[in-house]
């Protein structure tokens, strides 16, 4: 700064300017030395952006990391209004400034602060939070964060008007005390609505279930088509869409199928009592391959269960490797119909209810 005040002592002197005429509180030469100072701050915040993007540019195009390009970004939010803004308000330091003037500065000054804040933040979530969070490409990630965010910039934008109020010398203390008082009356009416916001939260980020999930909820059962702040919008088997709170979700239990990797498929069958002990010994083994022949199925077990009181039952257990209900239907009626053309081919026969009565002479 000496050098700076030297520098403007020899520029009026050079010019035969006298220095110490005194116009509103302050001689011609702190004016110049305020000028000199907008000037230098001006030149020294472009001159930095300038380079300052020139490297991190080259950086960025060898590096494979998302910081640098992150960091390119928030350097070039800063536009040359910003850098007015903070030139003038530097240049005001130097002068006898009172009164509104100097107020209205102070307040420009700490608004664009704010915004230039609220940019910064904007990008470093955007391009840094976003991409590891939402890696899997779930969208209500995505949306969570960017309510998050949006809560966030709306914090930072309350500091600053407090700041700004503040300069003005406004009793802030008080103003947040009136505004905590209302803040805790607005909460007790509107409880139902943030307990619904907060349990979309926990939808969110705990991922009970996404979007195209189809899930079971009590009585209601669908396609999860939206998740909202306060709801979620399920479309039911028949086609209605069944709206259902954030906060009833968290708190019932959900049957989630799309997170099914596999099926569980078991059922019996049942073969005439008149089959041959030779055939009722194969059918666990012809079952068995059917089942394995099929690429998206696994065989668990076959097994001779029971008499019954018309057949011989067999259990059978094996696994659908999709969560697909139809391709899941497509596999359990191919398997069928194998099944049936084999026990035909073999001569043995699928039980059905049967009632033999026996009569005896009386006479």
Do not use: C
């Amino acid at each position: 700064m000496e050098q700076l005040h030297t520098l403007t002592e020899r520029a009026l002197a050079a010019l035969n300017i006298n220095g110490t005429v005194t116009w509103f509180g302050n001689t011609l030469g702190e004016y110049a030395f305020a000028l000199v100072v907008f000037l230098f701050v001006l030149a020294i915040a472009a001159l930095g952006q300038f380079f300052l993007l020139q490297w991190a540019k080259s950086f960025s195009e060898r590096t494979k990391t998302d910081l640098d390009d992150a960091f390119v970004k928030m350097a070039q939010s800063f536009k040359p209004p910003f850098y007015l803004v903070l030139a003038f308000w530097l240049a005001l330091q130097s002068l006898t400034v009172t009164g509104v003037a100097s107020q209205i500065v102070t307040a420009v000054l700490v608004l664009w602060v704010v915004y230039q804040l609220v940019v910064i933040v904007g990008i470093l979530v955007e391009d840094i939070v976003f991409r590891h969070l939402t890696i899997d490409d779930d969208p209500t990630t995505g949306a969570a964060l960017h309510l998050l965010v949006n809560i966030a910039k709306g914090v930072m934008w309350v500091i600053g008007i407090l700041m700004v109020l503040s300069n003005f010398g406004i009793n802030v203390t008080s103003l947040m005390a009136g505004a905590g008082i209302a803040g805790i009356a607005i909460a007790f009416a509107l409880q139902g609505i943030l307990s619904d916001l907060f349990s979309s939260f926990s939808i969110f980020f705990d991922k009970p279930f996404r979007v195209g999930d189809f899930v079971i909820v009590g009585e209601t059962m669908g396609v999860v088509e939206h998740i909202g702040v306060k709801s979620t919008r399920i479309r039911a088997l028949a086609g209605e869409e069944i709206t259902v709170s954030n906060q009833e979700l968290t708190s019932a239990r959900i049957q989630n199928y799309g997170r099914m990797e596999e099926r569980r498929i078991s059922f019996s069958i049942g073969i005439l009592y008149e089959t041959p002990v030779e055939q009722v010994r194969e059918v666990p083994g012809i079952v068995k391959g059917i089942v394995e022949g099929n690429e998206k199925a696994r065989f668990d077990r076959a097994h001779f269960k029971s008499f019954g009181d018309s057949s011989l039952d067999f259990e059978v257990v094996y696994y659908v490797m999709s969560s697909d209900y139809n391709e899941y239907m497509d596999i359990q009626e191919d398997i069928n119909v194998r099944l049936l053309e084999a026990f035909n081919g073999r001569g043995i026969g699928f039980a059905y209810p049967t009632r033999t009565v026996y009569m005896q002479n009386a006479g």
